[in-house]
């Protein structure tokens, strides 16, 4: 079955930076656009960043364009978030995103931006 593990979060100074990773499993991954979401105390999940399967093309969260990069490895079945910048409002649980026959999600990985 699909699974998506997250990983890289943890507690950073404003203006830091994180590099989160998420290993995919159960689908064939290369043929998969993949995308990142994040979800803050009463907020809705937003999307954060998306990648398609080759990884020629990419799209940003306006709140977080220019700080944040999007990549993919299909050889090791594992998309990356790399952000710098970080901003208190950052905080969030970050979350691994594929659409097949619906979305699936992983577990998801907190990021704390905080002094």
């Known amino acids: 079955q699909v699974q998506l593990v997250e990983s890289g979060g943890g507690l950073v100074e404003p203006g830091g930076s994180l590099r989160l990773s998420c290993v995919a499993s159960?689908?064939?991954?290369?043929?998969?656009?993949m995308s990142w979401y994040r979800q803050a105390p009463g907020k809705e999940r937003e999307l954060v960043a998306g990648?398609?399967?080759?990884?020629?093309?990419?799209n940003y969260a306006d709140s977080m364009r220019g700080r944040i990069t999007i990549s993919r490895d299909n050889a090791k079945r594992t998309v990356y978030l790399q952000m710098n910048s970080l901003k208190p409002e950052d905080t969030a649980i970050y979350y691994c995103?594929?659409?097949?026959?619906?979305?699936?999600w992983g577990q998801g990985t907190q990021v704390t931006v905080s002094s």
């Open positions: 995103n594929v659409h097949r026959d619906r979305d699936y």
């Open positions: 990648i398609t399967s080759a990884g020629g093309r990419t």
């Open positions: 159960g689908f064939p991954f290369r043929w998969y656009a």
